[in-house]
């Protein structure tokens, strides 16, 4: 999954054209024919008791898996349970949720502003977008596309971690404000084959397939492709 994301960055141009219709790696899916759904008897998080939060395993505060209350940050985790019960449409929608960030919008990109402070033309430049770890932060403007140009479609998030304040320590560059990363599903929590479509005004229509498996190898398998039009 992170080579097939890092291969399938685009990048963004000089100036802010429009998007036109065409394909991209985001959809949001307003019906849903699944087979398998592992999501269907996950824990209720509403319903865990505050020592099962704290047990929740993070990896942005310090670059390896550990337990929350061990994290040496404040990190913020919103799981795949709030996206679908929020109606998150893209990954702009989970950031604002997020205490501490907003989002703005020129109807062509989306950019986060952390804690009041959003440079205008900065591209996002000031935060670090991960996928699964690796960076996809663009090699020219060093922008983070959050938008419906997200390659990644929010149904494949298993949870969206960020870690606020300056993370350049660990990561580098464009961590200043903080890190954002964005945790995948595996194909053994599918386990099956998922299809959603969805259509909307001005001649908008989206639709996504997606499989996941793990096979009797050990190997853990998730294949997807989506497409969005828009007029």
Avoid: W
């Amino acid at each position: 999954m992170p080579r097939r994301i890092r291969s399938a960055l685009a990048r963004r141009p000089p100036a802010r054209a429009p998007r036109r219709a065409g394909v991209v790696l985001a959809t949001t899916g307003l019906l849903s024919l699944c087979t398998g759904m592992a999501a269907a008897d996950a824990a209720d998080l509403t319903q865990l008791p505050l020592e099962q939060l704290m047990a929740m395993e993070v990896t942005t505060a310090s670059k390896f898996p550990q337990l929350l209350h061990e994290a040496p940050s404040a990190v913020t985790v919103i799981p795949a349970e709030d996206i679908r019960a929020f109606g998150y449409r893209t990954l702009a929608d989970v950031l604002r949720s997020i205490p501490g960030l907003y989002v703005s919008d020129d109807r062509n990109y989306s950019f986060v502003g952390a804690r009041g402070f959003s440079r205008p033309g900065d591209y996002n430049s000031r935060v670090l977008l991960l996928v699964d770890g690796n960076r996809l932060n663009d090699g020219i403007y060093d922008g983070a596309l959050i938008g419906t140009e997200f390659i990644l479609d929010v149904d494949l998030i298993e949870r969206v971690e960020f870690a606020p304040g300056p993370g350049s320590a660990i990561y580098g560059s464009n961590a200043f404000f903080g890190v954002i990363n964005v945790i995948t599903r595996k194909g053994r929590n599918m386990n099956g084959t998922e299809l959603a479509v969805s259509a909307a005004s001005y001649e908008t229509g989206s639709v996504r397939v997606s499989h996941g498996q793990r096979t009797a190898s050990g190997l853990d398998v998730l294949l997807s492709a989506s497409a969005l039009g828009s007029n």
